[in-house]
C-alpha cells in the first residue's frame, strides 16, 4: 500500500512529459478566455459606468503626470524616453514608405487637422 503515493506522482509526472503541449495549451486557451472575459467586463463597466470611466481617466492622468515630472527630473529616464522617441519615429519613417494604408490614414488624418486649424482661425477674426 506504501507504493501508491509513489506510483501516482510518477504517473503524474510521465502523463505530463507525454502530454505537455497539449496540457499547456489548453491552459493558454482558458488563460486567454478568462482575459477576454475580464477585458470585456472592463469595457462594459467603462462604457456604462461614468464613476469608473472619471476614476480611470484621473488615473490615466495621475500616471502620465509623473512620467513627465520623472522624466524631467532624472537623465537617466530622459535618455530612455529620447530614445524610445527616435525608436518611435523611425518606425514611422519606415512605415510611411512601405505602407500605402498607413500612408494615407497620416494624410488624412492631417488634412482633418488643417481643415480644423483653418476653422479656428477663421473663427477668432
Known amino acids: 500500500m506504501s507504493d501508491k503515493p509513489n506510483d501516482r506522482k510518477e504517473y503524474m509526472a510521465q502523463y505530463y512529459a507525454e502530454n505537455k503541449a ?3 495549451a489548453r ?7 478568462q482575459r477576454e472575459e475580464i477585458n470585456a467586463a472592463g469595457r462594459e463597466r467603462y ?4 464613476a469608473a470611466r472619471e476614476q480611470r481617466l484621473r488615473t490615466n492622468a495621475k500616471g502620465r503626470q509623473t512620467r513627465k515630472e520623472r522624466i524631467a527630473n532624472d537623465l537617466e529616464e530622459k535618455k530612455r524616453h529620447e530614445e ?7 518606425r514611422h519613417k519606415e512605415r510611411l514608405a512601405v505602407d500605402p494604408a498607413y500612408r494615407k490614414q497620416r494624410e488624412e488624418f492631417a488634412k482633418a ?4 486649424r483653418l476653422e479656428n ?4 477674426k
Not at 27 to 33: G, I, Q, T
Not at 121 to 124: G, L, N
Open 113 to 116: 487637422l488643417r481643415e480644423k
Open 84 to 90: 524610445r522617441l527616435a525608436k518611435r519615429r523611425e
Open 47 to 50: 462604457a456604462t459606468d461614468p
Open 22 to 24: 497539449e496540457i499547456s
Open 27 to 33: 491552459r493558454k486557451a482558458k488563460r486567454l478566455a
Open 121 to 124: 482661425k477663421s473663427s477668432k
